[in-house]
């Protein structure tokens, strides 16, 4: 779970906290020796108080989301400018050990918005997404209209485009975007 924490505040500041933990861990050569819970001590005081939730529901709890894409459409308005409207959904459930829902999220997550061009290759000719638009939002439990213009013809658009956090049914995450 490690990568979206990484890709929420960023690899300096993880690092700064595999650092700091290698320096007070490595080579110890009497008890306590370092645990898990250690690691993860160090990693919580580099999380920003407004990101402590992802570290929480990545390493404290047993988090699954449903977020899907509902609709996205979009209209031209001027050369090569688009208007692109997404319905999107949002569900955050959290489990016990033997996989017995325990409870949902009420608050805002941080959760990436994605509008892409046509495919790619990279120098390797292996397919590439093309990002027209790729932001994070808060966004609340439920249903969401989000708005927005871009520079190029979109193709498709999503939440959690690349799949950074669990998802249950993470092919619902990326849909074609069809003409108004």
Known sequence: ????????IGEARLNSAFQKFMEN???????PFATSNEWYGYIKEVVPDSLKYLAE????KITLYENRVK?????ETGKDRYQVKLTVETKKIYY????????????????EIGI???DGKNKHGMTKKTP???????????????????KGRPVKAGIDPYNK??????DDNLIPVTAL
Do not use: C, N
């Not at 861990?25 to 008890?31: L, T």
């Not at 529901?57 to 404290?60: A, I, Q, T, Y």
């Open 165 to 170: 956090l669990i998802d249950r049914v993470p």
């Open 116 to 118: 892409f061009g046509p």
């Open 1 to 8: 779970y490690s990568m979206p924490v990484q890709d929420y």
């Open 25 to 31: 861990a490595a080579f110890r050569e009497k008890p």
């Open 71 to 75: 609709k996205a459409e979009f209209k």
């Open 96 to 111: 016990d050990g033997l996989g017995k829902e325990t409870g949902q999220g009420k608050k805002a997550d941080l959760i």
């Open 132 to 150: 027209l638009y790729i932001k994070k939002h808060w966004l609340k439990p439920g249903e969401h209209i989000l708005e927005f213009e871009v």
């Open 57 to 60: 529901d990545g390493f404290e």
